[in-house]
């Protein structure tokens, strides 16, 4: 949504209106989903009280409290369009009724309040009887503020097929009466876990598009960070925590990691240098707090592996063997084949190619991974460095058949004519 357009206001007038809706819009539209219990009612309101500010704030001067005066009149706005409509649908007027008796919001809105609601929507739009995509879009649309045509761009989707996931998801919280709340701390540790993902997956789409001409996505990493520092703020429970940290050390090599030309560039050919030392040493701290709560788990371990390679001045310097142990422990607390795969290239940086490449093989072998391109990946390189060239090259062009992502396509393809001798 775009501040209302009119020709009315005064520039300095229009400048702080400006202001106040990069502020406090997603604030106001979050406490409005709360008092009218429905999103597209409540992304009415925010429209309609911005327009109304156009039009008085000019002659009625800046109010003391822009949140509090948006709140009132945007949920206000909203009773007299519901009353409105009544005139065509009866079952209408009762809604408008109900709002309209509900207690009007204080001149001054509480900050723990308005913070309540922020986390009640994040909650929402992320409840795990949303399908997984609409959990992302519905996030990244109402608690970040991004537009529809922005989430479609980022995740090369039509914008009428994320449309529609959007109003899905709206109409399954309307039509399933789905909470607007925190959840209580029984349903906690699950419902964060959640969040988290679904944050995790924004910032992973970021840092490494699934498919595309760019290797990363900056505007998703930086609303995944946003969202990050938000949940950390209201809600600062070690995995919280933790996964911030790792947004931030990865994030920090977002320079380095592609050439000037757009290649894929890999850990050890970075240029360290060219790191974000401060957003290192944020994470780090983030890690470390995260580590010293009890309740730590795999995003705060994750954060720990990348604190290592950040603590690396060089590749050559990494310490291999503290990594293969906190992937030992990551295996232990969130087992999965891509947790092996990991490990087991770590594993390969400690004891050699042939030890990595029998835990990769071992994968693949249970039909796992087959259509991960970084298993193959991964196989090439241990291959390769082994001499086993034919094996290498069924590997790498196994790999080039299931990524969609053309910086790594051409790095692949760069590898695959090395070892053809072109």
Not at 327 to 345: Q, S
Request: charged share 25%; hydrophobic share 45%.
């Amino acid at each position: 949504m775009t501040t209302p357009a009119a020709p009315g206001p005064p520039a300095d007038t229009r400048a702080v209106i400006d202001a106040v809706y990069r502020a406090e819009s997603r604030r106001v539209l979050a406490t409005l989903i709360r008092l009218l219990g429905d999103f597209d009612l409540a992304e009415e309101a925010l429209h309609d009280a911005f327009a109304a500010a156009v039009e008085r704030w000019p002659l009625e001067g800046v109010p003391t409290s822009p949140r509090a005066w948006l709140v009132s009149t945007g949920r206000f706005k909203s009773i007299d369009r519901l009353r409105r409509r009544a005139k065509f649908d009866a079952a209408l007027a009762e809604v408008a009724d109900r709002l309209a008796s509900a207690v009007t919001p204080a001149p001054d809105v509480d900050d723990e309040q308005v913070d309540d609601d922020r986390l009640r929507l994040i909650f929402t739009c992320c409840h795990p009887a949303l399908a997984a995509d609409a959990q992302i879009a519905l996030t990244l649309r109402e608690v970040c503020g991004l537009t529809t045509e922005e989430i479609a761009r980022a995740f090369l989707t039509p914008a009428p097929t994320l449309a529609q996931r959007i109003v899905r998801a709206k109409a399954k919280i309307r039509d399933a009466r789905i909470p607007y709340q925190v959840p209580g701390r029984p349903e906690l540790p699950e419902r964060l876990d959640t969040v988290l993902h679904v944050i995790y997956l924004v910032f992973n789409e970021g840092y490494s598009a699934s498919s595309g001409t760019s290797l990363t996505r900056h505007d998703l990493c930086a609303e995944a960070i946003r969202l990050g520092r938000l949940l950390v703020e209201l809600l600062p429970e070690p995995e919280a925590v933790g996964l911030l940290g790792l947004m931030l050390l990865h994030d920090a090599r977002r320079a380095a990691r592609a050439s000037s030309a757009g290649d894929l560039l890999l850990l050890e050919e970075q240029d360290r240098s060219l790191w974000n030392r401060a957003q290192i040493d944020e994470g780090r701290r983030l890690v470390e707090r995260a580590a010293a709560s009890p309740g730590f788990g795999p995003y705060t371990l994750q954060a720990a592996i990348a604190a290592v390679h950040a603590d690396a001045p060089d590749a050559g310097a990494t310490d291999w063997r503290q990594i293969v142990g906190l992937y030992d422990v990551l295996l232990r607390t969130d087992p999965g084949p891509v947790v092996e795969l990991n490990r087991a290239v770590a594993v390969a940086m400690r004891d050699g190619p042939a030890a990595g490449l029998a835990l990769i093989d071992a994968i693949l072998a249970r039909g796992e991974l087959t259509e991960y391109y970084l298993a193959h990946s991964a196989r090439a390189d241990l291959c390769r460095r082994l001499g086993r060239t034919e094996d290498a090259m069924a590997a790498y062009e196994r790999a080039l058949g299931l990524t969609r992502q053309e910086p790594e396509r051409r790095f692949l393809e760069r590898r695959l004519a090395a070892l053809m001798g072109r």
